[in-house]
Structure formats: C-alpha cells, structure tokens
C-alpha cells in the first residue's frame, strides 16, 4: 500500500505535470476558461491515463519493442473514443465546451509519457495508481488554473458571481492563457531560485528547450523505433534483470499489505 | 456563396482568425520549442506545411472511401493518429531516398511533427466541419500557413529581445508565453474580419 501512497504523491506533488513537468500545454491552455472545465478535463484525462497505464502494464511483455509506440497510440486512441462518447452520452454541456479537445487527449504528452516512463516497466498495480496520481495532478493544475483565470475574466468561481468585482474579459480570451501561464511559470521559477539560493545549488529554471523533450522522447518522435533491439518479445526482462528483482519485492511488498 | 469564395474564405480564416496556435492552442511544443531563430522556425514552418497537407488529404480520403462504407466512422480518432504517424515517417524515408537536400533541411523536424497535436487536430475538424476533400486540403494547409507565420514572427521577436535585461524568474518560457500572449491579442484583431 506504501507504494500506492507514494505513488499518488509522485504524481500530486513531486513530479506534478502541470506545475513541475510543465507537460499537456495545449489543453492545459484551451480548456482553462472556468474551473469546471478544468475538472472536466482532468477528470477525462485521469480516467485514460489510469486505463491505458493499467492495459500497457498488464501487456508490457507482450508488445515488441520497436513497434511499442504505435500500440501504445492505439491503446490511448480506444480510451480516448470511449471517454469521448461517454461524456457525449451523460455530460453533453461538458462535451460541448471542452470540443475536440477531448479527442486530442490522443496526442497529450502525458500519458504517452507515462507508458514510456513508467507502465511498460512496471507492474499492473503501481501502474494504475501511478495513473491515478498523475491525472489527479494535471486534475489539480487545470483546476487551479480554471479558478484563476475564470475569477479575473469572468469574476464568477465555478459559475457563483462574486459582488462589487469588475471582470477583465481578456483573461477568459486566448492571450490570458498565455499571460496566465507565463506568470505562474515565473512564479515556480522564482521558487526554484528561492530553494536553490538557500541550499547553494544551481536552480533549474523551466526554460524552452525543455518543451521538446516532450514531443520528441516521451512522445515518441519516431513512429517505428529502428534504433530498438529487434523483435525482442519481453524486452524490459533481458535488459534490466536487476530492476526486475527490485520490482518483484515491492509486488510482494504491496501483496502481503494487502 | 460560390465554391471559389468559400474555399478563399476557408484559406484566410484559418490561417488569421482562427489561428492554430494563438487561438485555437493547437501544435505548442514546437511553437515555443523551435523559435530560437528564424532559420529553424522557417524550416519548421515549411515541415508543418508539408505534413498538414499530405495528412489533411490522406486522412479525408480514408474517412470518405473506408470509413463511411464500413459505418466505422466511431474509430476516426484511432485511424487518423495512426495514419499521420504513420505517413510521417513515411514521408521522412520517402524524402532521405528521393529528394536527399530537401530530407537534410526538414529531416530534424519531421519526427518532432508526428505527435503535434496540430495534425490530428486539422484532420478531425475537417470531419467536424463536413470539409469535402478540396476544402480539407485548403484548410490544411491555410491552418500550417497560419503557424508558419506564428513561429516566424515569434521567431523574429525572440531574436531582437535575446540580450534584453529580463528578471531571472521570467527568463525562458514565461518571456516567451508573454509575447505569445501579446501576439494573440494582435490575431485577435482578425476577428470578425469575415463570416462563414
């Protein structure tokens, strides 16, 4: 269960995607405009990032190597449809405003990331509360965000308006986002400065370049991996004994807890 | 309205008033990943071009001549990410074997592309917007026309403001974001300039 719990952490708070990865821009910047379709979103993403982690792990033996990241793409797209149709089917407003940024949960660097980094290395279980926990991340960033810009664009929080305010229509308009985005990106980065002045370390500023790790490793840059050993079945068990030993004792940790 | 109109019509709305980027939000990782300079942004511009059109024509025919016939349009979403990666890499090879020059200056962006959510994006409203295969293709490639001149101009502003005196925290993407912010606020000017 310990790992359940830190996992959950990981997500929320060491490895936060919003807030420390700084991953998933493009919806994190278009669906912001009010804090319940922050939740909307999050709430979607949470839900595909727990089943597509949960599939990648239980089949991370099966699936070659060089042609993981097309599976991987298919399991998220199948999700993806069904999340989509559901929210089509019970929560038609929602669908409605969040558009076909629903679908493009496909193409969210999160969750290709999470199967890259984490499912198809590890057990079924921490898998899926490690989806948990990452979505619930992004959940509370979009949220945040959401609260923030629909307070000084619309002054309303989660549709109740608040009195004697005048609201500035820009920051519910595309170049809030932005705005809102740069400031609380420099407000981290201060942070980070912060902490690393306080500790005498060199600080690690969310810069640019950073972005493009995103589309180009965790995304899967390349369709076909040539690079990969070829058709190796299981590739993760010849490669890493060592972490397979390691992984075997927190299974049977997680086990006898439960 | 006749069919030449609307299609110029189509062009020009998306690639001023719906832009890809400073509205619609679409194709973010290369647009503040590759803007250091104007030289790469051009070439990435050039690559989203390429790979919008070819994707935007493949992706309408599949969904007028496979998946209408076989009532699967359901698996749209499916189909169309695995046919734009798919023709990525495609294309890249096409390209390293026939055209070398042409592979040497687009190569490096090509695989970046295959997951800008940008190309999914344009296939998917072109289904939403019922776009016959012509106006699929012109919305294609006013969509990538409309983030070259994004990158470009962002490309441009990066360049002049590069040695400027910016407090440490705002240093890096948060200076970036901002004016991409005040570019969004200029595109917004384009609304309204036409009606569908």
């Given at each position: 269960m310990n790992q359940a719990v830190e996992r959950i952490k990981n997500g929320l708070?060491?490895?936060?995607?919003?807030?420390?990865?700084?991953?998933?821009m493009c919806p994190t910047l278009a669906v912001t405009t009010s804090a319940i379709n922050g939740i909307g979103m999050g709430l979607s993403t949470t839900v595909i990032l727990i089943m597509s982690n949960l599939m990648i792990a239980a089949l991370r033996n099966v699936i070659p190597n060089r042609v993981r990241i097309p599976a991987y793409i298919v399991i998220v797209a199948s999700f993806v449809t069904i999340v989509d149709f559901l929210l089509q089917a019970y929560l038609p407003g929602l669908s409605e405003s969040l558009g076909s940024y629903i679908k493009l949960i496909v193409v969210n660097c999160i969750i290709l990331g999470r199967a890259e980094a984490y499912a198809s290395k590890n057990k079924v279980l921490p898998s899926v509360f490690d989806g948990l926990g990452m979505g619930l991340g992004f959940t509370v960033g979009l949220t945040s965000i959401g609260i923030v810009r629909e307070i000084l664009?619309?002054?309303?929080i989660f549709g109740v308006t608040i009195p004697y305010y005048k609201p500035?229509?820009?920051?519910?308009l595309a170049p809030g986002a932005f705005i809102v985005l740069a400031f609380l990106i420099a407000v981290l980065n201060a942070g980070r400065l912060r902490k690393a002045k306080a500790e005498g370390t060199e600080a690690k500023l969310c810069r640019?370049?950073?972005?493009l790790h995103c589309s180009n490793a965790s995304c899967g840059g390349?369709?076909?991996?040539?690079?990969?050993?070829?058709?190796?079945?299981g590739q993760t068990a010849v490669k890493k004994p060592e972490k397979k030993v390691e992984e075997k004792n927190e299974e049977q940790e997680v086990r006898t807890d439960e | 309205m006749s069919d030449a109109t609307k299609i110029i019509l189509i062009a020009i709305s998306a690639a001023l008033v719906n832009n890809v980027v400073l509205s619609?939000?679409?194709?973010?990782c290369p647009f503040l990943g590759?803007?250091?300079?104007?030289k790469s942004a051009g070439g990435m511009g050039v690559a989203v071009i390429f790979v919008i059109a070819i994707s935007s024509a493949v992706a309408n025919l599949i969904y007028q001549f496979i998946l209408i016939p076989l009532n699967i349009e359901y698996l749209q979403t499916i189909v169309f990410i695995l046919v734009i990666a798919a023709l990525v890499q495609f294309v890249e090879m096409f390209l390293k074997k026939v055209i070398p020059s042409l592979h040497k200056t687009l190569g490096v962006y090509l695989p970046l592309?295959?997951?800008?959510?940008a190309v999914l994006g344009v296939a998917l409203n072109n289904v939403t917007d019922n776009y016959n295969f012509l106006e699929s293709v012109v919305n294609g490639v006013g969509t990538a026309v409309g983030f070259t001149i994004a990158i470009v101009i962002l490309a441009g502003i990066r360049e002049k403001t590069e040695d400027n005196d910016i407090p440490l925290p705002f240093q890096g993407t948060p200076i970036v974001l901002l004016t991409a912010g005040l570019m969004a606020i200029a595109f917004m000017g384009f609304s309204g300039l036409i009606r569908l």
């Open positions: 708070v060491t490895e936060n995607p919003t807030f420390v990865q700084i991953l998933g664009g619309a002054g309303t500035i229509g820009i920051f519910v640019t370049e950073d972005c390349r369709f076909i991996d040539f690079e990969a050993p070829e058709g190796v079945i | 619609q939000f679409l194709g973010l590759v803007s250091k300079n104007m592309i295959t997951t800008n959510c």
